[in-house]
């Protein structure tokens, strides 16, 4: 797969997941805008140099990067990024929304304001850099987008912003993709893992209730970022063969994850007590729906529906 022509944004490039993504689009002939704020973990303060050295890297490899030290997490900060794709490389194809932070915390002690961090840099930063960037895509009539989501998707007690936020970068993502399919736009989202700074702190890992690495040396290199990468230079070709899904990669797995309804029970009239004597069938995981959109979802509730309806 090659991106000869193709101009990429990845953003948080400047570590991690984020460096490898572009190094992996840059060495398949991508021309690359490395963002990060070079910030600390939870977030907040500012250092261009991660990102200018991952771009050094990409041009002592023959490639092609600019640097760019914006915050993903203002509209301002946004259009600073796009801008830096038009005026140095003419357009831009490919967005990969890979900048995060991470300040664990769970109730009591989890803020309103603590959550808003996270929303502000996975969610609205997501969201900020692709709008900026959305009317160029939809003139040229393509556009391949990667929103970062994570396992905490699924939720956690001890990492209550960071999980809400990432769960919420999977229904924008979803939202998006519906957008931009009539547009040649696709947005899928990613879910990976991989040993960086996020994830190898053993303290971290301990009080946020997830399993211990198994021993080694730390980072482990068969657990590094470009485990994860493949998958983001398939989502970003041309040849992508999926839009709104959310896909895992890391360590050497790829895998699907999804949201489903179940068929349920359909029996109007039941009293709380018959619903709960009849909860197998509530959640009776056989013949479940995946719905790709909100029009989808009513639809399948509807086709449940209709057979009961039609008795009537
Ligand atoms: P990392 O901390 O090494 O890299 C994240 C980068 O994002 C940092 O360089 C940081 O400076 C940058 N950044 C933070 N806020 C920014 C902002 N407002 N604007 C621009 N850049 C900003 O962590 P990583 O593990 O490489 O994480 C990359 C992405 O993958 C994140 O979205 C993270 O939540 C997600 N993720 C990682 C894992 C994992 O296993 N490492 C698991 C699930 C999700």
């Known amino acids: 797969m090659r991106f000869d022509d193709r101009v990429a944004i990845v953003t948080g490039a400047g570590r991690g997941l984020g460096r490898s993504h572009a190094l992996a689009l840059a060495t398949r002939g991508a021309r690359i805008v490395v963002n990060d704020l070079g910030g600390a973990l939870a977030g907040g303060g500012g250092d261009p140099g991660p990102a200018q050295a991952v771009a050094d890297e990409i041009a002592a490899a023959g490639g092609e990067a600019v640097a760019n030290a914006d915050s993903v997490a203002t509209p301002e900060g946004a259009e600073a990024i796009v801008t830096a794709a038009l005026e140095r ?3 831009v194809d490919i967005i990969i929304n890979n900048a995060g932070n991470l300040d664990p915390g769970g109730l009591p002690g989890v803020t309103a304001e603590a959550i808003q961090r996270h929303v502000d840099v996975h969610v609205l930063g997501a969201f900020n850099v692709t709008r900026a960037a959305w009317p160029h895509l939809v003139d040229r ?3 391949r987008i990667v929103i970062t989501s994570s396992v905490g998707l699924f939720g956690s007690a001890h990492l209550v912003g960071y999980s809400t936020a990432k769960g919420a970068a999977v229904s924008l993502g979803r939202s998006l993709a519906e957008a931009g399919a009539p547009h040649g736009i696709t947005v899928n989202q990613l879910v ?3 040993e960086t700074r996020m994830v190898t702190d053993p303290e971290f890992r301990a009080n946020c209730n997830l399993p211990p690495l198994p021993p080694g ?3 482990d290199p068969a657990r590094g970022p470009e485990f994860v990468s493949p998958m983001v230079v398939l989502l970003a070709h041309e040849s992508c063969p999926v839009n709104g899904e959310t896909m895992t990669a890391g360590i050497g797995r790829f895998a699907r994850v999804f949201w489903a309804e179940t068929r ?3 029996a109007p009239g039941l009293e709380p007590e018959d619903i709960l004597a ?7 995981e056989e013949g479940y729906g995946v719905p790709a959109t909100t029009a989808e979802g009513v639809a399948f509730r509807e086709s449940l529906l209709a057979p009961q309806a039609a008795e009537r």
Do not use: H, I, K, M
């Open 89 to 91: 490389f003419g357009r």
């Open 141 to 143: 009539g393509y556009g």
């Open 192 to 194: 990976p893992s991989a």
């Open 217 to 219: 040396t730390r980072p």
């Open 264 to 266: 349920g029970l359909v």
């Open 278 to 284: 009849r909860w197998g069938e509530v959640v009776d």
